[in-house]
C-alpha cells in the first residue's frame, strides 16, 4: 500500500476520511473519520448538528457484518477480491486506452482507487474557452459520458489567473468500476471519435467509422506496465 498521509503527521492536522460506499456498496452512504482527538470532538458537534447521523439501519448491518458475519478474516477476503477484480477491469481499461486514444490523450496508470485521468488533447481548438463544453457535448451525442475536470478544480479561472497559473489543460474523468467490461473498447472508440471532430474543428457527432490511433505501444504512449492496485479503493 500507499503510505497514509497519517503516517507522516508530526503536528495533528492530517484527517483521514474512508467510505464504505467505495468498497462495500455505493447506497450505504456510511463511512468514518481518523483524525487526532481534537478535531473528533468538533467534527462530531458539526455532524450532530448537519445530518445528526448515517442511517441507523446501515449502521446496524455493517456492524453486524463486520462483527459477526465477516469477522476480520471476511473482511480481509472481501478487499483482497474487489483489489483483483478493480486490477482486472483497470489493466483491461488501460489497454484499450492505449490503442484507441494514442495521440490524443496521455495518462498515468492509478495504482488505486477506479478512475482514470486523462489528459485530453484537443490541438489547435485548446485555445478556445468553449473547446471542452463541445467536446462534452459531442461525446453525449457519441453515446459515451465521463465527468470533466472542471467541477474538481478549487477555482474558478478569474482566481487561478490572479494567482498567476496558467490555465488548467482539458481533463477527463473515466470510471473503470462502474461499467461492463465490454462496453470499454466501444466508449473509448467513441470518445477517440470525439476528440478528433473537436480537433479538426468540428463540434457535431462523429462519424461512426475510425479511431483515432490503433497502436498499443508502451514506448509511444510512455507509460510504464500497469501494477497491481492497492488495497485502498477509496476514489
Known amino acids: 500500500l500507499v503510505p497514509s498521509l497519517l503516517s507522516l503527521d508530526v503536528d495533528g492536522r492530517v ?44 449502521q446496524g448491518v455493517l456492524a453486524k457484518m463486520l462483527s459477526e458475519t465477516w469477522g476480520v478474516e471476511g473482511w480481509n477476503a472481501h478487499l483482497r477480491d474487489l483489489r483483483a477484480a478493480y486490477t482486472q477491469r483497470r489493466n483491461s481499461f488501460v489497454r484499450l486506452a492505449r490503442k484507441h486514444l494514442c495521440g490524443v490523450a496521455e495518462f498515468a496508470v492509478p495504482t488505486a482507487g477506479m478512475f482514470l485521468w486523462m489528459k485530453v488533447d484537443l490541438g489547435a481548438a485548446a485555445a478556445d474557452p468553449t473547446a471542452m463544453p463541445r467536446l462534452m457535448d459531442c461525446m453525449k451525442k457519441c453515446g459515451v459520458m465521463m465527468a470533466p475536470s472542471m467541477p474538481f478544480r478549487s477555482a474558478g479561472p478569474a482566481a487561478a489567473a490572479a494567482a498567476g497559473a496558467s490555465e488548467p489543460a482539458h ?43 490503433t497502436s498499443s505501444s508502451m514506448e509511444r504512449t510512455g507509460l510504464s506496465a500497469p501494477a497491481p492496485l492497492a488495497a485502498n479503493a477509496s476514489g
Do not use: H
Open 15 to 58: 484527517v483521514r476520511l474512508d467510505s464504505f460506499s467505495k468498497i462495500l456498496a455505493p447506497n450505504l452512504r456510511c463511512g468514518w473519520i481518523t483524525a487526532p482527538a481534537y478535531l473528533l470532538d468538533r467534527l462530531q458537534i458539526l455532524n450532530e448538528s448537519s445530518i445528526l447521523q448515517p442511517s441507523g439501519l446501515t
Open 171 to 213: 481533463y477527463l474523468r473515466a470510471a473503470y468500476a462502474l461499467v461492463d467490461t465490454d462496453m470499454f473498447e466501444p466508449a473509448l472508440i467513441r470518445l477517440a471519435q470525439a476528440i478528433a471532430a473537436i480537433r479538426s474543428g468540428g463540434g457535431a457527432a462523429a462519424a461512426n467509422t475510425g479511431t483515432a490511433g
